[in-house]
């Protein structure tokens, strides 16, 4: 295996960044050390990040805004904070552009329920169209159904490649003069395609449409730059970039977060409240009803911290270096077909694959046995599998602590379960 390591460079010093990670030295199964390789559904979290919720827990516990003693400025100072933090993190133009949700799924559903209820010139109705991918995370595509449902408009999308990439041929014909808003992935959570984001705004823009990018697998990965990007709305979620789960982040463009009306209703998000009317406090509040993720906020502040101090750049580099050895390893394994771009080329660090007739979930079950975590099924992203007439897939995703031997323990977990199932 070292001959086949030969060459890899821009690696991080993984032995000292998994000593942050304390699951990572767990064993199961009878002391088999756990290869942990399902970061797209979920990351590890770091000592850093575990502490920062436990001394949240420990000395500052209070509600945020509404108290005068110790306790309450403390907590949301540091709840306050961790927006601070995030909006630095993606290079926000205001910090009271960063919406804190439970995860990107409520994200999306929050831009999608804003545009149902909104005025013109923000309206999604009948006489309008909604424009996504089929590629998308079931979170980026049923919303915009439910909305499609409700408001009458059409839902149309962009097909994919044989290759996994996004079939644009046809853009001028799916955006049109009537696309409201146009959503889709920055990175496929299923494919691990990196997506042509420039293209697909300029045509946007050239129309007049709303653009939403769902940077859920982006996020963690690599740079995040909001203002570079150029969209009107960015989604992502804490518990994939070493932050705890339940806290997302909904970035929006300072304007319309100004004209667009609230999704949830309730306390903090208000100005003034009569039995007849009401009005509403400035974003982000306005966007933030009842008592917010506090302490996942906190964590989300500690992760963004740690992301920071290995190097969002560092931290792309690896995984590219991880993931152009992954891809050149498991070509090498009998019956493997990689469903999506079987090159590292403008891909994220994350391979689905199929392993001849053999049933994903047998694959994931027999490398279980060996320590091996993978994610098996479709992934919250069942029109890719539809697309390419498979019912499932094993997917393998990688992060900063992801080793080159770890690859190699999945290559040869692989040759075992070939050989399990004959």
């Given at each position: 295996?070292?001959?086949?390591?030969?060459?890899?460079?821009?690696?991080?010093?993984?032995?000292?960044?998994?000593?942050?990670?304390?699951?990572?030295?767990r064993?199961?199964?009878?002391?088999?050390?756990?290869?942990?390789?399902?970061?797209?559904?979920?990351?590890?979290?770091?000592?850093?990040?575990?502490?920062?919720?436990?001394?949240?827990?420990?000395?500052?516990?209070?509600?945020?805004?509404?108290?005068?003693?110790?306790?309450?400025?403390?907590?949301?100072?540091?709840?306050?904070?961790?927006?601070?933090?995030?909006?630095?993190?993606?290079n926000?133009?205001?910090?009271?552009?960063?919406?804190?949700?439970?995860?990107?799924s409520?994200?999306?559903?929050?831009?999608?329920?804003?545009?149902?209820?909104?005025?013109?010139?923000?309206?999604?109705?009948?006489?309008?169209?909604?424009?996504?991918?089929?590629?998308?995370?079931?979170?980026?595509?049923?919303?915009?159904?439910?909305?499609?449902?409700?408001?009458?408009?059409?839902?149309?999308?962009?097909?994919?490649?044989?290759?996994?990439?996004?079939?644009?041929?046809?853009?001028?014909?799916?955006?049109?003069?009537?696309?409201?808003?146009?959503?889709?992935?920055?990175?496929?959570?299923?494919?691990g395609?990196?997506?042509p984001?420039e293209?697909?705004?300029?045509?946007?823009?050239?129309?007049?449409?709303?653009?939403?990018?769902?940077?859920?697998?982006?996020?963690?990965?690599?740079?995040?730059?909001?203002?570079?990007?150029?969209?009107?709305?960015?989604?992502?979620?804490?518990h994939?970039?070493?932050?705890?789960?339940?806290?997302?982040?909904?970035?929006?463009?300072?304007?319309?977060?100004?004209?667009l009306?609230?999704?949830?209703?309730?306390?903090?998000?208000?100005?003034?409240v009569?039995?007849?009317?009401?009005?509403?406090?400035?974003?982000?509040?306005?966007?933030?009803?009842?008592?917010?993720?506090?302490?996942?906020?906190?964590?989300?502040?500690?992760?963004?911290?740690?992301?920071?101090?290995?190097?969002m750049?560092?931290?792309?580099?690896?995984?590219?270096?991880?993931?152009?050895?992954?891809?050149?390893?498991?070509?090498?394994?009998?019956?493997?077909?990689?469903?999506?771009?079987?090159?590292?080329?403008?891909?994220?660090?994350?391979?689905?694959?199929?392993?001849?007739d053999?049933?994903?979930?047998?694959?994931?079950?027999v490398?279980?046995?060996?320590?091996?975590?993978?994610?098996?099924?479709?992934?919250?992203?069942?029109?890719?599998?539809?697309?390419?007439?498979?019912?499932?897939?094993?997917?393998?995703?990688?992060?900063?602590?992801?080793?080159?031997?770890?690859?190699?323990?999945?290559?040869?977990?692989?040759?075992?379960?070939?050989?399990?199932?004959?």
């Amino acid at each position: 295996m070292t001959d086949a390591r030969q060459g890899l460079s821009g690696l991080l010093d993984t032995e000292a960044i998994r000593k942050d990670f304390p699951i990572l030295d767990r064993t199961v199964h009878d002391g088999k050390k756990i290869v942990y390789l399902d970061s797209a559904a979920t990351s590890q979290k770091p000592r850093q990040v575990l502490d920062a919720l436990s001394a949240y827990y420990e000395r500052h516990n209070a509600n945020v805004h509404r108290g005068v003693y110790t306790l309450a400025e403390e907590a949301t100072a540091l709840y306050e904070g961790a927006r601070d933090k995030v909006a630095a993190f993606i290079n926000a133009p205001s910090r009271n552009e960063v919406i804190f949700t439970k995860n990107a799924s409520e994200s999306l559903n929050l831009v999608a329920n804003m545009l149902g209820w909104a005025d013109e010139p923000y309206r999604v109705d009948s006489d309008t169209e909604i424009v996504t991918t089929e590629m998308e995370h079931h979170s980026n595509i049923v919303p915009w159904q439910l909305l499609a449902q409700r408001t009458g408009a059409k839902l149309k999308w962009f097909g994919i490649t044989d290759d996994g990439r996004l079939d644009l041929s046809n853009i001028d014909e799916i955006i049109t003069e009537k696309t409201k808003i146009v959503t889709f992935t920055l990175v496929s959570n299923i494919l691990g395609t990196h997506n042509p984001v420039e293209k697909i705004i300029r045509r946007a823009q050239q129309v007049g449409a709303l653009v939403c990018v769902d940077a859920s697998q982006a996020a963690p990965h690599m740079v995040l730059d909001v203002q570079a990007l150029q969209a009107d709305f960015v989604a992502f979620t804490g518990h994939k970039m070493v932050g705890p789960t339940g806290i997302g982040v909904l970035w929006g463009r300072q304007e319309l977060l100004e004209d667009l009306p609230p999704f949830l209703g309730g306390g903090e998000m208000i100005e003034t409240v009569s039995m007849h009317s009401s009005t509403y406090a400035p974003a982000p509040h306005k966007f933030e009803a009842g008592t917010p993720p506090i302490a996942q906020a906190v964590g989300l502040g500690a992760a963004v911290d740690y992301l920071t101090s290995v190097g969002m750049e560092n931290i792309h580099r690896h995984e590219q270096a991880i993931t152009e050895y992954a891809v050149r390893r498991l070509l090498e394994v009998p019956d493997l077909r990689i469903i999506g771009p079987a090159t590292a080329e403008d891909r994220g660090a994350t391979i689905s694959f199929t392993l001849g007739d053999i049933h994903p979930h047998d694959v994931g079950q027999v490398l279980d046995e060996q320590g091996i975590a993978v994610r098996v099924g479709h992934h919250c992203a069942r029109p890719v599998c539809l697309r390419y007439g498979i019912p499932a897939t094993t997917r393998a995703s990688f992060y900063l602590y992801s080793t080159p031997a770890e690859v190699d323990a999945l290559v040869d977990g692989l040759e075992h379960v070939r050989n399990f199932f004959g």
